[in-house]
Each structure stands twice: as structure tokens, then as C-alpha cells.
């Protein structure tokens, strides 16, 4: 597994430059000299606002929503693609391999997927939207915005799937994304640690259900 651990950390620093790219320039340019970076961006120590019960059955219900399985909701068309292709699902590439593929793993969902996307559009994007168009409007557009990359990425993955696919890809990219802002934005104080714990170990626990083969 050292190729795969080797390519995980590979990948782990290739989407952490694409994802922040963006925003670093935007704050170099216009907020360098007010705030620094990673607080900018929402990486500070985050402060609870509601009771702390909340949270917890906030937590359960977005990761119990990360781990629906949707499959009666699509075609056999769509599922013979799915099932027939290794591709094209990244979580795929570790199927059965076990406990070797827990380290390349972890790092490609917690870091690779879940950090670096949280830079982008909860840290950069929800943020400059909220601040144009309120708190609200920006936890909803960024929502938006995230589950049209994934809608995009299907398409450009050119897998000869359904439109089923496309919209349950949106649709289940969008709830994602509408939760992990509510939980920075509302039940905490706009730091984005909540949403990158919940977003990584989310990716990690469906990818470990596929490691070992659990569905």
C-alpha cells in the first residue's frame, strides 16, 4: 500500500493548492492587511451557539444522510454503469482491500476531499456570499454552487449514466453542503472545523464500509 498511501498524500496536496488557490488570492489582494489567512477563512477555534444536544443530533442525522444508500432511487441502467466501472466512484479504487487501505484512504476523504472543499466553499464562498446577501441567502447559494461541481464532475466524467444519476449527485451534494453551512454558520460561529470533521469522517465512514465490503 506504500504506492497508494504515496499517491493518496499526491493527491491530498494537489487538491489543497486547486481549492485554495482562489481564495488566498482573494485575500492576498483585498483583506491581507485586516485578518490573517486561516482565520479569514474560518480556521480558528470554533464556539458553540446553541446547546450542545443540538449538536449531536444534528451530527447524527448529516452523517446517517452521508451513508444513504440510494440505490432504489436509480436506473439499472444507471447502476449496471456504477457497478460495472471501478472508476467511477473514488471510494471504489480501496473495495476489499482492508485494513492496508485505511491510511491512503483516510488521507484521500479527510484531507483530499474534506478539507480542502471546505476551504473553497465553506471557508471562501459561503462566506463572501453571506457577507453580500446575508447569512441565509449565502448558506443556500453556496449549497447550490457545491452541487453543481459534483453535477459538473459526473458529466465530465463522460460515464454513460442517466440524468437519475446527475440529479441524485446534485441533490445529495446539495443537502451535504446545506447542512455543513448551517452547522458553521448557525450552530456555531462561522469557523469551518465543524463542517470539515463532519464532511471528513462522513467520507471516511463510506469509504471504510467499502473497504470492508459492508454493502
Not at 123 to 138: I, M, N, V, Y
Not at 180 to 205: M, Q, R, T, V, Y
Request: charge should be neutral; glycine fraction near 8%; proline fraction near 2%.
Amino acid at each position: 500500500m506504500l504506492q497508494a498511501t504515496l499517491s493518496a498524500i499526491s493527491t491530498c496536496i494537489g487538491n489543497l493548492i486547486v481549492f485554495s488557490i482562489i481564495p488566498f488570492a482573494w485575500w492576498f489582494f483585498r483583506h491581507r492587511k485586516q485578518e490573517k489567512f486561516l482565520k479569514w477563512i474560518g480556521i480558528h477555534t470554533p464556539h458553540l451557539k446553541t446547546k450542545w444536544w443540538w449538536l449531536l443530533v444534528f451530527a447524527a442525522f448529516y452523517l446517517v444522510l452521508y451513508n444513504f444508500d440510494g440505490e432504489f432511487l436509480l436506473s439499472e441502467k444507471t447502476l449496471t454503469v456504477l457497478n460495472s466501472d471501478n472508476t467511477a466512484i473514488a471510494s471504489n479504487q480501496y473495495a476489499g482491500l482492508g485494513i492496508a487501505a485505511i491510511v491512503p484512504a483516510f488521507l484521500t476523504t479527510f484531507i483530499a476531499n474534506g478539507i480542502a472543499e471546505e476551504i473553497l466553499f465553506r471557508g471562501f464562498l459561503c462566506k463572501r456570499l453571506s457577507g453580500k446577501f446575508g447569512c441565509t441567502a449565502g448558506v443556500w447559494m453556496q449549497a447550490f454552487f457545491f452541487g453543481l461541481m459534483h453535477f459538473l464532475l459526473v458529466f465530465a466524467s463522460g460515464m454513460p449514466v442517466g440524468i437519475d444519476f446527475y440529479l441524485y449527485e446534485f441533490g445529495y451534494t446539495f443537502l451535504g453542503a446545506l447542512m455543513l453551512g448551517i452547522a458553521n454558520e448557525k450552530l456555531f460561529d462561522g469557523s469551518i472545523w465543524p463542517s470539515i470533521c463532519l464532511h471528513g469522517i462522513g467520507n471516511f465512514i463510506s469509504t471504510l464500509a467499502v473497504i470492508f465490503q459492508c454493502w
